[in-house]
């Protein structure tokens, strides 16, 4: 028989449940799916342990990390994450690509690889929370409601990926 | 593209179709009103108070703020600039000329929803052009523009740009700053209106 | 009716337990779409996979038809969701940032995540990488971001109205775009894949 770890969900299906889930997301608690959300909560709590008076006289921080208020890992964002892990291991179990493996264009090295996800990671950091979220929770999620802020952050997001695709080309083909 | 392809689009596609046809406006005088309001969109219907609070400061010419609460509530406390049509003389000639027109902006107000609600209500199925509901009335107009309070919860950008704004407000109206000392002008504080309690959904993925 | 958990129609721990059972369904929708594959998600930006662009449109799609279906039967109120507030400068900016990062990582966090867990290395740097940058950012937020991170706020606005026309009809006409963008790309894809082929993903990617 085949292997499966090549298989792959017909595309609209996938998207068509995470619609659904979207959908739920709304009707359930009010507000659309998110990634970088939680995130920002784990660097928060993080914050707040390390030094609990830096946490609470930063701006960003502040609102957070008060007295009494509850923990910022006890969130809708962190279970709704946790959920995606989970998902993401049966999905991936079910398939049979559950193990440790870099994913790269063959023309490049590990190491160029790692270097490249960091930086690319650093820059969703600092991109996510200037924009007040990232593709699921800003874009996608925007789109959901009609918010305009989607609409700017789809535009901008694919428009920035393809003005630098040419230059990091060697990093795909 | 395979059938599964094909069919997941159509069925998409006719969710958007579907989606077009069921916008259409609802014929306004065969359903009751609670119907009514819950079916037209809020956006068309709603104000908020920080939205009157900049027209007021800005002495916005096109908008005309009508008080439908009693003359004694009238003379007692009302918003700057604003005229008093009692809910019962809505319909009355004199006074229907200025709510039935297209040329003003007229935004009802009460001291919760229901009375400014109604009048809404009514004048919608009058036909009549331009008119808005300030949200909350005037116990919201109290809790968010005299008495704004400092916002704590997560979605700190928005609400610290938000309470700027109204501490500003607060002043320009004389309400006392930021903080809970009483207000200068002899604000009502009629009793809450009633319906469920809205917590709006923070979070997201900020 | 919905949203239930703003109108305190669930209690707390309820809310959590279906945001895991959500999440677990968007999990599963990304990992089974391919969204751990870096290199299928950035083909959507060389034209030899466009994995992406068909999953999340489809989703935007269908979720928007959903949600305002539901909104014109009654079923939900969007105006009582957590409905995002429009700052168009730094979400400009942050967008074009998210892109390049989108080219340079190949991820973006929430595919990330499931990578990490999954047993994707580079993903799992990459969450590394997500969580310094925020850490920069926040750290560094009184200093450098905050008058940035404010600027440009429009408020709550929904392009349909910012456009001048119905929910319903927008989402009509974006679906249609899609749909037209999928046939579009998927003969790209072909194209792209037979004149000058990319290594299979399945043999390199993984």
């Known amino acids: ?173 | 593209m395979k059938g599964l392809d094909k069919f997941i689009i159509l069925i998409v596609l006719v969710g958007g179709i579907w989606l077009v046809l069921s916008s259409g406006k609802p014929n306004l005088h065969q359903i009751t009103p609670e119907k009514m309001l819950s079916c037209i969109n809020k956006q068309e219907r709603c104000v908020s108070t920080d939205e009157v609070a900049k027209f007021i400061m800005g002495k916005d010419p096109s908008v005309i703020l009508v008080d439908v609460r009693t003359e004694e509530e009238y003379k007692k406390f009302s918003l700057p600039g604003s005229i008093n049509i009692p809910f019962d003389s809505v319909l009355n000639e004199n006074f229907s000329s200025y709510v039935n027109q297209d040329i003003y902006k007229i935004i009802f107000y009460s001291n919760g929803n229901t009375l400014a609600d109604k009048t809404w209500l009514v004048c919608r199925g009058l036909d009549y052009k331009n008119i808005y509901v300030m949200t909350g009335g005037l116990n919201e107009w109290v809790k968010t523009i005299l008495r704004p309070v400092k916002p704590s919860d997560t979605e700190s950008s928005d609400a610290f740009a938000m309470y700027e704004f109204r501490k500003g407000a607060s002043k320009y109206f004389g309400g006392g700053g930021s903080d809970g000392t009483s207000s200068s002008v002899g604000a009502p504080a009629p009793s809450a209106p009633k319906g469920n309690k809205k917590k709006k959904a923070g979070g997201g993925c900020e | 009716m919905g949203p239930l958990f703003p109108q305190e129609l669930i209690s707390e721990p309820v809310n959590l337990l279906i945001a895991f059972v959500i999440g677990t369904g968007f999990g599963i929708g990304l990992e089974a779409g391919g969204f751990t594959n870096t290199r299928k998600l950035a083909g959507v930006f060389y034209g030899y996979d466009f994995v992406v662009l068909k999953v999340f449109f489809t989703a935007a799609m269908t979720s928007a038809i959903g949600l305002f279906l539901m909104n014109n039967y009654g079923l939900i109120d969007i105006q009582l969701t957590f409905y995002p507030s429009t700052f168009w400068i730094p979400t400009l900016i942050a967008g074009l940032v998210m892109g390049l990062g989108f080219i340079v990582g190949g991820f973006c966090p929430g595919t990330s995540v499931c990578a990490a867990f999954t047993g994707k290395i580079d993903g799992m740097f990459f969450v590394g990488g997500v969580i310094l940058g925020i850490l920069g950012y926040s750290l560094s937020y009184d200093k450098i971001f905050k008058s940035l991170h404010l600027s440009g706020g429009m408020g709550k606005v929904n392009i349909a109205d910012f456009l001048g026309i119905s929910n319903g009809l927008f989402i009509f006409i974006v679906t249609v775009v899609a749909v037209v963008a999928f046939v579009i790309v998927t003969k790209i894809q072909k194209k792209v894949n037979s004149k000058d082929p990319v290594p299979a993903i399945e043999e390199l990617g993984l």
């Open chain 1, 1 to 173: 028989m085949e292997n499966k770890r090549n298989k792959y969900m017909n595309p609209y299906l996938a998207g068509f449940l995470i619609g659904l889930m979207m959908i739920f997301a709304y009707y359930y608690a009010g507000e659309g799916l998110g990634g970088s959300g939680a995130f920002k909560k784990v660097v928060i709590s993080g914050v707040d342990a390390v030094n609990h008076d830096y946490a609470k006289n930063a701006t960003y921080f502040a609102s957070s990390v008060q007295e009494g208020s509850s923990s910022p890992l006890n969130s809708w964002l962190i279970f709704e994450v946790l959920g995606v892990i989970v998902g993401a291991i049966i999905s991936a179990a079910y398939f049979g690509r559950l193990t440790f493996k870099i994913g790269k264009s063959p023309n490049i090295t590990n190491k160029t690889r790692i270097i490249a996800a960091i930086a690319g990671g650093l820059l969703w950091g600092v991109g996510s929370q200037l924009g007040r979220g990232c593709t699921s929770g800003l874009i996608m999620s925007g789109m959901a409601v009609n918010a305009f802020s989607g609409y700017v952050g789809l535009a901008a997001v694919f428009g920035g990926g393809y003005l630098f695709a040419y230059f990091f080309r060697k990093l795909w083909i």
